[in-house]
């Protein structure tokens, strides 16, 4: 193998990158992944209740109810309004103060409450605005509840919320997509337009032509997987392990991706088996999502190997003494699929010289 | 228009499906896949706080969350402090926290002193529910004392709209539009590509060079797509019931989808340079089309800039017919709306592409 031709190949996919729409999908799918993740799925999973506050009088229940952590609280302008957020569940409740509310509470009084809940909202959200309205209230009345209360925290001390557990959805996309995707579309893309073909003749070997095209897909994989930590601030002060971790994921998947250019005839031959497996390697993402699962199912799987040390890293702190095992595994595969690799190249070889 | 012509291109593209025996079977894992996916989705709502209570003086110091045991709070009583901390860290009987009244906790309070109970609460217990257990303490000792709320929204509160307590829409039936949007969509890209791969290799000129019209092509292209994506989507659709009561009703919706999808295959299929330009061009129509699927799985209204987008139509409507159990009057807007935008998106795309093959 001539280092100087693989170099050859490799540089010329650096200087196509810029105008290659397959660069520009590896780098904004997954940019657009973790901001869909982030901020649509992890308010999804962890809804607040939403009460709405219509303050007529300048009430002292408003700046307290916006200080409460774990009720979204809303300012709306009128009642009008107010009620037909509520009905249509744009919040679970919706508070009316009227004018000389805290005086009448401030004087024992029980004033008239206006308080609407939403057909829509869930009985507990019901419950809990409720019994966090009688709390407010009895603060501003000053009443202060005749019990010491000591929370003790129980159970699993790593839980981890649902926002940080699609840490690895987020990298998956991202290696996925510049490791496996790209150098298997742009092999059978090569393919389909005869471009090998024409490498070929040249002295360039098959071998050459995908190391240099593993090379680019591998850098651009890692590049994009350490634009997804930072994103995430999940370096976890390790920057270099999360580097080599990401390093063998994305030398793994590219040789997958190679793997799989070499062997779909076509296009949508591809695409198809892209749509099939991406079910399969995306195993261990689902599993981190949901805990409860039985975890040795993921282990199954190959890109668990980089994904887990990446999470366990980022979410639990771990260290390259705790990661080890996986790493080793999963530099295992990628040493197992190089002969497969090969093997499928000199098929390809004989495959490419016959419809010459 | 020559029928025969049209026909036999369909037959084609069928012919060419079928025999790519791959093909269909990962088309059919997918929609197993999906199924499979949808059936381990939660089909109910939880909608009750369950707290576990250890008191000695149940009957006085825990009967004020008894009262409110009806709306959204179960009450589980447990004998010692180790059971319900054993609950609380397995969350077994759906716990969620625990509460220990301590044993002379009403003497305490008649005394006026101010007794010390213990909170058991999980880690990732969300901040509003250690809320509402904390203001639940507090309510027994103020009851205890004798002091009343100066408001009362639990027994006041107003109820506006359709009360769900109890019939509340379950991640499952929220992910039925979004499943069958999604279907369509991938078929939207396999159309585009199919479309793609025949503008570029120019095996459509060949076509047009025997007496076949555009007109027929674009026709055959048109029934071949719409057969494709509707078959997927019905197959799909039966597997997650989402034919609900009205199933001809879902029909009609999802064949207006199948129409829409086509039409944006064809303007995909008639831009796209190569595979990932029409991919790109796809992704682009793709994602805006998800918007309202996606919208659906979230609480209130969508804004207006969703509700012209032109899959909100069949995303309201499969889940007015599937949730509400309305009829053909009830959503005949959405329908009607689903059909115009059927229609406009498939002229359109029958359109880009006559232009696409007349440049070639």
């Not at chain 1, 080890?324 to 070889?349: Q, T």
């Not at chain 2, 716990?95 to 003497?107: K, L, Y």
């Not at chain 2, 025949?198 to 719409?226: D, N």
């Amino acid at each position: 193998m001539s280092l100087t031709r693989v170099w050859h190949v490799f540089t010329r996919e650096i200087r196509l990158s810029p105008r290659s729409p397959w660069v520009f999908f590896a780098i904004a799918m997954p940019l657009l992944m973790t901001f869909l993740l982030t901020s649509v799925f992890g308010s999804l999973f962890e809804a607040s209740p939403r009460l709405g506050l219509v303050d007529e009088g300048s009430s002292a229940v408003t700046a307290a109810a916006q200080a409460l952590e774990g009720v979204d609280v809303v300012l709306v302008s009128d009642v009008a309004t107010l009620k037909r957020d509520v009905e249509a569940h744009d919040l679970d409740a919706g508070l009316v103060l009227p004018t000389g509310f805290d005086d009448s509470i401030a004087a024992g009084g029980h004033p008239d409450l206006a308080f609407y809940v939403s057909g829509e909202s869930i009985a507990s959200n019901r419950i809990i605005l409720a019994v966090t309205t009688i709390e407010l209230v009895r603060g501003v009345a000053g009443e202060s509840p005749p019990v010491d209360v000591v929370v003790t925290s129980v159970g699993d001390e790593n839980y981890v919320p649902i926002g940080d557990r699609l840490l690895p959805t987020m990298v998956y996309y991202a290696v996925i997509i510049a490791a496996l995707f790209i150098p298997a579309a742009v092999l059978v893309d090569e393919r389909e337009k005869r471009t090998l073909d024409a490498v070929l003749v040249t002295p360039t070997k098959m071998s050459e032509v995908l190391a240099g095209e593993g090379m680019f897909a591998t850098l651009l994989a890692v590049v994009m997987g350490l634009a997804t930590l930072a994103l995430n601030d999940a370096f976890a002060g390790q920057p270099v392990l999360m580097t080599l971790i990401l390093f063998i994921g994305a030398v793994m998947m590219t040789l997958v991706g190679l793997m799989l250019g070499l062997w779909a005839k076509d296009i949508n031959t591809m695409y198809t088996a892209v749509k099939a497996g991406g079910i399969f390697v995306f195993l261990p993402a689902i599993f981190v999502l949901f805990p409860g699962l039985p975890q040795w199912i993921p282990k199954l799987v190959p890109t668990y190997y980089f994904l887990q040390p990446i999470y366990d890293i980022a979410i639990f702190g771990h260290t390259f003494g705790d990661v080890w095992p996986e790493l080793l595994i999963a530099v295992v595969i990628c040493i197992a699929l190089v002969p497969i690799l090969a093997a499928l190249a000199r098929w390809s070889e004989r495959q490419l010289a016959m419809t010459v | 228009m020559n029928l025969a012509a049209v026909g036999a291109i369909i037959r084609k593209d069928f012919a060419e499906f079928g025999r790519n025996r791959f093909f269909v079977f990962i088309t059919i894992m997918v929609l197993v896949a999906w199924g499979v996916v949808y059936w381990f989705l939660p089909d109910t709502v939880q909608e009750t706080v369950t707290i576990g209570v250890v008191s000695a003086e149940l009957g006085d110091a825990a009967g004020g969350i008894g009262d409110v045991d009806a709306a959204g709070l179960g009450v589980v009583t447990f004998g010692s402090e180790a059971e319900l901390r054993s609950a609380v860290e397995e969350g077994r009987d759906d716990v969620a926290a625990g509460i220990v009244f301590p044993d002379d906790f009403s003497g305490s309070i008649a005394r006026g002193e101010a007794p010390t109970v213990t909170l058991f609460v999980p880690a990732g217990l969300p901040g509003d529910v250690e809320m509402l257990i904390e203001g639940l303490v507090g309510e027994v000792a103020y009851a205890m004392a004798g002091s009343a709320p100066p408001v009362d929204p639990i027994t006041e509160a107003v109820v506006l709209g359709t009360d769900r307590v109890g019939e509340q829409t379950s991640m499952q039936q929220q992910m039925r539009p979004l499943l069958l949007v999604m279907v369509l969509m991938v078929e939207t890209f396999a159309l585009s590509a199919l479309v793609s791969v025949e503008v570029q290799s120019r095996t459509v000129v060949a076509v047009l060079a025997t007496p076949t019209r555009v007109g027929e092509f674009l026709a055959a292209k048109g029934i071949f797509g719409v057969g494709l994506a509707l078959s997927e989507v019905v197959i799909l659709g039966l597997i997650i019931g989402a034919f609900g009561t009205s199933p001809l009703l879902v029909l009609v919706m999802l064949l207006f989808g199948a129409i829409m999808a086509t039409g944006f295959g064809l303007i995909a299929g008639a831009y796209g340079k190569d595979f990932l330009g029409t991919l790109l061009v796809a992704m682009l129509v793709m994602i805006p089309l998800m918007i309202p699927a996606f919208a659906a799985l979230f609480p209130g209204s969508s804004p207006m800039w969703v509700k012209i987008l032109p899959t909100y139509a069949l995303v309201q409507g499969v889940i007015n017919v599937t949730v509400d159990g309305s009829g053909w009057a009830d959503i005949a807007p959405a329908v009607g709306l689903l059909a115009a935008w059927g229609v406009v998106v498939m002229a359109a795309g029958a359109g880009i592409l006559r232009r696409r093959v007349a440049a070639l």
